[in-house]
């Protein structure tokens, strides 16, 4: 018997994340002491059990897109083709609904789960490139006259400037249909972990550019980029290749092997400043929506 419940416990999220890292094994999954600094009346974790063993997982929450949801449903690949998926899509998506949402987005990454979310109404509205770079000996970049690199381990107010003066700036240029609505404090918490592998560029009082790692501490030999951003009028100065270099000599001597991004595929600047930094392609995420409530194709 498939039973859909809600995370509560430690263990629950500690389960949650198993699922996850199966079905996903090459993204960075938070901690659970992260997953618990997210938590908010919108947010729900879902775990599905039969007979009691924990074989799915499924999150629902407002969009960093804005003004619509986000679902995610997955099944560990071993218990697939049983009816889990569909029971835990259509409770995230009750929960989404029933919060006045009329829009759900997804992400998919394989042809089986693409024509599962069709079944559901989802169509694609974009794809996402996945960007690799293995990590070897990386020297650090010289000092740049016209300003300086810091990390946020030394500068850590520097951290809230960076949102006002870079993030929010720079948000409406990525390719997305509506700038990420992030507020400061998810800033502050989801899109940092350490603050010795984030990297600002200074110059005078002011932050022009960011780039950094996140951490994984299931796989400390692979690190996420983190957000790449620096100021429109700075651009074309070499701010960023000089940031993302300085992050990936940081990564080189904290023993880490392979750094990998997610970048839209229509964010032609990101991508090639990226093919320049010795990056190659990888997977392809699908990105999927549909309208709320979910109808169940016959
Ligand atoms: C997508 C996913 C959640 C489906 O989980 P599941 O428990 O296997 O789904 P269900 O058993 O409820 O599948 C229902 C129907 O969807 C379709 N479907 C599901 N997987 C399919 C596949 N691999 N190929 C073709 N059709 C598929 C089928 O019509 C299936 O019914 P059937 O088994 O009677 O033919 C699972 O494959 C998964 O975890 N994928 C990775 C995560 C992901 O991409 N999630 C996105 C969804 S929001």
Same mark, same amino acid.
């Given at each position: 018997?498939?039973?859909?419940?809600?995370?509560?416990?430690?263990?629950?999220?500690?389960?949650?994340?198993?699922?996850?890292?199966?079905?996903? /094994?090459?993204? @960075?999954?938070?901690?659970?002491?992260?997953?618990?600094?997210?938590?908010?009346?919108? !947010?729900?974790?879902?775990?599905?059990?039969?007979?009691?063993?924990?074989?799915?997982?499924? %999150?629902?929450?407002?969009?960093?897109?804005?003004?619509?949801?986000?679902?995610?449903?997955?099944?560990?690949?071993? @218990?697939?083709?049983?009816?889990?998926?569909? !029971?835990?899509?259509?409770?995230?998506?009750?929960?989404?609904?029933? =919060?006045?949402?009329?829009?759900?987005?997804?992400?998919?990454?394989?042809?089986?789960?693409?024509?599962?979310?069709?079944?559901?109404?989802?169509?694609?509205?974009?794809?996402? &490139?996945?960007?690799?770079?293995?990590?070897?000996?990386?020297?650090?970049?010289?000092?740049?006259?016209?300003?300086?690199? &810091?990390?946020?381990?030394?500068? /850590?107010?520097?951290?809230?400037?960076?949102?006002?003066?870079?993030?929010?700036?720079?948000?409406?240029?990525?390719? %997305?249909?509506? /700038?990420?609505?992030?507020?400061?404090?998810?800033?502050?918490?989801?899109?940092?972990?350490?603050?010795?592998?984030?990297?600002?560029?200074?110059?005078?009082?002011?932050?022009?550019?960011?780039?950094? =790692?996140? %951490?994984?501490?299931?796989?400390?030999?692979?690190?996420?980029?983190?957000?790449?951003?620096? !100021?429109?009028?700075?651009?074309?100065?070499?701010?960023?290749?000089?940031?993302?270099?300085?992050?990936?000599?940081?990564?080189?001597?904290?023993?880490?092997?392979?750094?990998?991004?997610?970048?839209?595929?229509?964010?032609?600047?990101?991508?090639?400043?990226?093919?320049?930094?010795?990056?190659?392609?990888?997977?392809?995420?699908?990105?999927?929506?549909?309208?709320?409530?979910?109808?169940?194709?016959?």
């Amino acid at each position: 018997m498939i039973e859909i419940r809600a995370v509560e416990t430690d263990a629950d999220y500690e389960a949650w994340r198993q699922v996850r890292i199966a079905v996903l /094994p090459y993204e @960075r999954c938070p901690s659970v002491a992260e997953m618990r600094a997210m938590e908010s009346p919108e !947010r729900l974790l879902l775990l599905a059990e039969v007979d009691g063993e924990v074989v799915g997982s499924g %999150l629902s929450d407002r969009s960093s897109e804005g003004g619509r949801a986000s679902v995610a449903a997955r099944v560990r690949p071993e @218990r697939r083709r049983q009816g889990v998926g569909t !029971r835990m899509l259509l409770a995230l998506s009750e929960h989404a609904a029933g =919060l006045g949402y009329d829009v759900a987005g997804a992400s998919v990454d394989d042809e089986g789960s693409l024509a599962f979310a069709h079944r559901f109404g989802f169509a694609e509205v974009k794809r996402q &490139v996945e960007q690799v770079r293995p990590i070897g000996d990386e020297a650090w970049p010289a000092a740049p006259s016209e300003y300086r690199i &810091v990390t946020v381990a030394e500068r /850590p107010e520097l951290w809230a400037a960076a949102y006002e003066q870079v993030a929010l700036p720079t948000f409406p240029d990525m390719d %997305l249909p509506k /700038p990420l609505d992030v507020s400061a404090e998810e800033w502050a918490t989801e899109w940092i972990n350490d603050p010795a592998a984030m990297f600002l560029a200074v110059a005078g009082d002011d932050v022009i550019g960011v780039a950094g =790692l996140m %951490l994984d501490t299931d796989r400390p030999e692979r690190a996420e980029v983190a957000y790449t951003g620096v !100021r429109r009028e700075w651009r074309g100065k070499a701010v960023a290749s000089t940031l993302k270099r300085s992050s990936m000599a940081w990564a080189a001597e904290h023993g880490i092997t392979e750094i990998y991004t997610w970048t839209q595929e229509g964010n032609e600047n990101m991508r090639r400043l990226n093919e320049h930094l010795g990056f190659t392609y990888g997977l392809v995420g699908i990105d999927v929506r549909a309208q709320l409530p979910l109808k169940l194709a016959e």
